[in-house]
């Protein structure tokens, strides 16, 4: 029998723990990442740019690169500046727009890209994509992985508790997505790759099943691992797959629909993620979501993130437009407006508001 295997797309350094930063330059220079210290660090004017100060001193050999926002502008901007500066790694130092602005610069200039997070918004932190605005509201562009990933819990502690709460709901709704995936296999014969599946699903499971919460070490180390998992798992199957399914598409409608009022991602998508698996009649898993989000203090109804519920309606019935091509619960069902009303009369009934 023949060995067959694959080279799956990863990190080489993955550090979850308290002090990580501390180590930032040795970790990089024993991984062989940067040896020199020759580094261009994005960082962003909160949370990156205190902890430059902090880490400059450590870090002597490195450019310091400040990010206003996270556009496509910002990103090609990022790669003219490094570019030609024989810099070793590019360093995303900040949030989830100063990663993937990082992200996206360094796959333009051609260097590896260290993903230093300072909250745990969503699973964008290692994943081989990056969200971007642009002029026609928001892309994604593809891009290689982090070639190494650091979550200091410390400085996750420091980041306002909403931020990670939404990574919460960003990592359980792989379940959702989960199922999506293997509905449009039963339907339409899409293939679903069994290990970017089990890898999102257990990353899902882990958050959603652990006791803890956001002031633990312990969960924090779940949810950082779950976060990695997904970006991993995305990277098997080469697109998103893995972790959107009609829950991000709901949450993609929120964002076009409603520019200057949308939520944090991973609220958004959580609350997609217990309606979704309310409409393909799983009554069960559904509670479990809303429990888990409610215990976490993340929303479950439309109106704890300041829409109505026909604003939600909405949202619904405009999602799969958002994601053409994709095969989820929503394509699947194609309710009408006044179905959709229904079914979001039941969920809110069935979650008792």
């Given at each position: 029998?023949?060995?067959?295997?694959?080279?799956?797309?990863?990190?080489?350094?993955?550090?979850?723990?308290?002090?990580a930063?501390?180590?930032?330059?040795?970790?990089?220079?024993?991984?062989?990442?940067?040896?020199?210290g020759k580094?261009?660090?994005?960082?962003?004017?909160?949370?990156?740019?205190?902890?430059?100060?902090?880490?400059?001193?450590?870090?002597?050999?490195?450019?310091?690169y400040?990010?206003?926002?996270?556009?496509i502008?910002?990103?090609?901007?990022?790669?003219?500046?490094i570019?030609?500066?024989?810099?070793?790694?590019?360093?995303?130092?900040?949030?989830?727009?100063?990663?993937?602005?990082?992200?996206?610069?360094?796959?333009?200039?051609?260097?590896?890209?260290?993903?230093?997070a300072?909250?745990?918004?969503?699973?964008?932190?290692?994943?081989?994509?990056?969200?971007?605005?642009?002029?026609?509201?928001?892309?994604?562009?593809?891009?290689?992985t982090?070639?190494?990933?650091v979550i200091?819990?410390?400085?996750?502690?420091?980041?306002?508790?909403?931020?990670?709460?939404?990574?919460?709901?960003?990592?359980i709704?792989?379940?959702?997505?989960?199922?999506?995936?293997?509905?449009?296999?039963?339907?339409?014969?899409?293939?679903?790759?069994?290990?970017?599946?089990?890898?999102?699903?257990?990353?899902?499971?882990?958050?959603?099943?652990?006791?803890?919460?956001?002031?633990?070490?312990?969960?924090?180390?779940?949810?950082?691992?779950?976060?990695?998992?997904?970006?991993i798992?995305?990277?098997?199957?080469?697109?998103?797959?893995?972790?959107?399914?009609?829950?991000?598409?709901?949450?993609?409608?929120?964002?076009?629909?409603?520019p200057?009022?949308?939520a944090?991602?991973?609220?958004?998508?959580?609350?997609?993620?217990?309606?979704?698996?309310?409409?393909?009649?799983?009554a069960?898993?559904?509670?479990?979501?809303?429990?888990?989000?409610?215990?976490?203090?993340?929303?479950?109804?439309?109106?704890?993130?300041?829409?109505?519920?026909?604003?939600?309606?909405?949202?619904?019935?405009?999602?799969?437009?958002?994601?053409?091509?994709?095969?989820?619960?929503?394509?699947?069902?194609?309710?009408?407006?006044?179905?959709i009303?229904?079914?979001?009369?039941?969920?809110?009934?069935?979650?008792?508001?």
């Open positions: 029998m023949p060995v067959l295997t694959r080279l799956i797309p990863s990190p080489v350094v993955v550090d979850i723990s308290r002090g930063l501390d180590d930032l330059a040795g970790v990089l220079a024993d991984q062989r990442i940067s040896a020199s580094l261009a660090i994005a960082v962003s004017g909160g949370s990156g740019q205190a902890l430059s100060e902090k880490l400059a001193p450590v870090l002597p050999g490195a450019d310091w400040p990010v206003a926002d996270g556009t502008d910002s990103a090609v901007q990022l790669a003219d500046d570019k030609g500066k024989r810099y070793d790694a590019v360093v995303g130092l900040g949030g989830g727009k100063i990663i993937d602005v990082a992200k996206y610069a360094a796959a333009r200039v051609g260097l590896p890209m260290v993903a230093v300072t909250n745990l918004s969503h699973d964008g932190i290692c994943s081989p994509v990056s969200i971007l605005d642009n002029d026609n509201g928001r892309g994604s562009y593809g891009v290689p982090p070639i190494a990933m200091d819990l410390d400085v996750i502690r420091e980041a306002p508790v909403r931020f990670v709460r939404s990574g919460i709901g960003d990592a709704s792989n379940i959702s997505a989960i199922a999506d995936w293997e509905l449009s296999h039963q339907v339409n014969g899409e293939p679903v790759d069994g290990l970017a599946a089990a890898m999102a699903r257990t990353a899902g499971e882990s958050v959603l099943r652990h006791p803890g919460g956001v002031g633990d070490d312990e969960f924090l180390t779940v949810l950082s691992e779950a976060l990695v998992l997904s970006g798992a995305m990277s098997i199957s080469g697109d998103t797959r893995p972790s959107s399914g009609a829950c991000h598409e709901i949450s993609h409608a929120f964002d076009l629909l409603y200057k009022r949308s944090l991602h991973g609220e958004q998508v959580g609350l997609g993620a217990a309606f979704a698996m309310h409409l393909r009649g799983a069960e898993q559904s509670g479990l979501f809303t429990e888990v989000l409610r215990r976490h203090g993340l929303p479950v109804l439309p109106q704890e993130i300041g829409f109505s519920a026909d604003e939600f309606v909405r949202a619904v019935a405009y999602a799969p437009q958002t994601r053409p091509g994709r095969f989820t619960i929503l394509e699947h069902l194609n309710l009408s407006t006044a179905q009303k229904d079914a979001y009369a039941d969920y809110a009934k069935a979650i008792g508001s």
